[in-house]
């Protein structure tokens, strides 16, 4: 499939049961069409890693991922040498007593012993054209980390000292994610699109639930949907995304729920908060409140 259009976008999306709107398709073709990586930032749940999981999808492109953390390094992210098999191969010279040794130290720094991590894999060329590179949860990283990044994503290249420089053929499709524990610097954001991905509104959750729990009844959506909508406007530690909303949704009809209770939200709460100080906060008469109060705001 091509996305030679924002429509064509949204629809291939869609295909993959992603439903965006149509600013997320429009930056997204415009990603595709020149070359440029796509920074999304969102709260948790928003859908951001699951676009570059469409996007491969729709594409027939594989997905390579590289989820950061604090700590992480450019060798952790590009390659490392098999030590283990590097071991090996020179107890093997010892044993037999006739390698010369420079001729083992370059038999051993070879394609035969490196292991690929995301951005090397990135670089090599892929059966059905370039693939997508997830580079998620940027955030969790730290500053030299992006700096690391910023240049390898502004030459499509990395350097292997032993080996030399591996530049892509085809420059991967580049995605990044960030849940804004921190801010990332704008330096790397400036070689990117930017979108912030939100919640969505009320129509477009509805669709987004029947394209991922497409067994739950309409009014059994509109009443889940109402409700976390309803959820997010309250003060917690942290609001439930459109994940949780899908995942609370198939724990409800796992229990054949059919309609909303009390005590069905009292006793799946924890499908949609993942803090005990969130669920205290829903003890007592505040579920049913809320329950009334999203009711009432179902559009017609």
Same mark, same amino acid.
């Given at each position: 499939?091509?996305f030679?259009s924002?429509?064509?976008?949204q629809a291939?999306l869609?295909?993959? $049961?992603?439903?965006c709107?149509?600013?997320l ?7 595709l069409? %020149?070359?440029?990586p796509?920074?999304?930032?969102g ?7 699951e676009?570059?999981k469409?996007?491969?999808?729709a594409?027939g492109?594989? %997905?390579?991922?590289l ?10 992210a590009?390659?490392?040498?098999n030590?283990a098999?590097?071991?090996i191969?020179i107890?093997?010279a ?5 390698t010369?040794r420079a001729a083992?130290?370059?038999e ?7 292991i ?12 059905g054209?370039?693939?997508v ?7 969790r990283?730290?500053a030299?980390f992006?700096?690391?990044?910023l240049?390898?994503?502004s030459?499509?290249?990395?350097t ?11 420059p991967p499709i580049?995605?990044l994610?960030?849940?804004r524990?921190?801010?990332?610097h704008d ?5 990117c699109?930017y979108?912030?991905?939100d919640?969505?509104d009320?129509?477009?959750e509805?669709?987004?639930l ?6 739950a =009844?309409?009014?059994?959506s ?12 309250e $003060?917690l530690?942290?609001?439930?995304g459109v ?8 724990c %409800? ?7 909303? =209770?009390p005590?069905?939200?009292?006793d799946? %709460?924890?499908?949609?908060l993942k803090?005990? $100080?969130d669920?205290q906060k829903?003890?007592g008469s505040?579920a ?5 109060e999203?009711?009432a705001?179902i559009?017609?």
């Amino acid at each position: 499939m091509k996305f030679d259009s924002i429509d064509a976008v949204q629809a291939g999306l869609a295909q993959q $049961d992603y439903i965006c709107g149509r600013s997320l398709a429009t930056v997204t073709f415009l990603a595709l069409k %020149l070359g440029r990586p796509l920074f999304l930032e969102g709260e948790a749940g928003t859908g951001k890693t699951e676009i570059a999981k469409a996007i491969a999808a729709a594409l027939g492109r594989r %997905l390579i991922r590289l989820q950061c953390y604090e700590g992480l390094d450019a060798a952790s992210a590009v390659y490392e040498w098999n030590f283990a098999e590097q071991m090996i191969a020179i107890r093997a010279a010892e044993a037999t007593g006739g390698t010369d040794r420079a001729a083992l130290k370059a038999e051993l720094f070879t394609q035969d012993y490196l292991i690929e991590r995301p951005l090397l894999q990135a670089m090599r060329p892929q059966p059905g054209g370039a693939p997508v590179l997830l580079i998620d949860e940027l955030d969790r990283t730290d500053a030299p980390f992006e700096a690391f990044l910023l240049e390898a994503l502004s030459d499509f290249q990395v350097t292997i000292p032993e080996l030399g420089t591996i530049k892509a053929p085809e420059p991967p499709i580049v995605i990044l994610t960030s849940n804004r524990t921190r801010e990332v610097h704008d330096a790397l954001k400036r070689r990117c699109l930017y979108h912030w991905v939100d919640y969505p509104d009320f129509d477009r959750e509805i669709d987004i639930l029947h394209a991922r729990a497409p067994q739950a =009844s309409a009014a059994l959506s509109r009443e889940v949907v109402a409700f976390v909508q309803r959820l997010r406007t309250e $003060d917690l530690f942290k609001k439930p995304g459109v994940a949780e909303t899908i995942d609370w949704a198939k724990c %409800l009809l796992a229990l054949d729920v059919i309609d909303l =209770s009390p005590a069905v939200i009292a006793d799946t %709460l924890g499908a949609i908060l993942k803090y005990q $100080d969130d669920i205290q906060k829903l003890e007592g008469s505040k579920a049913k409140q809320i329950l009334d109060e999203a009711r009432a705001s179902i559009p017609v």
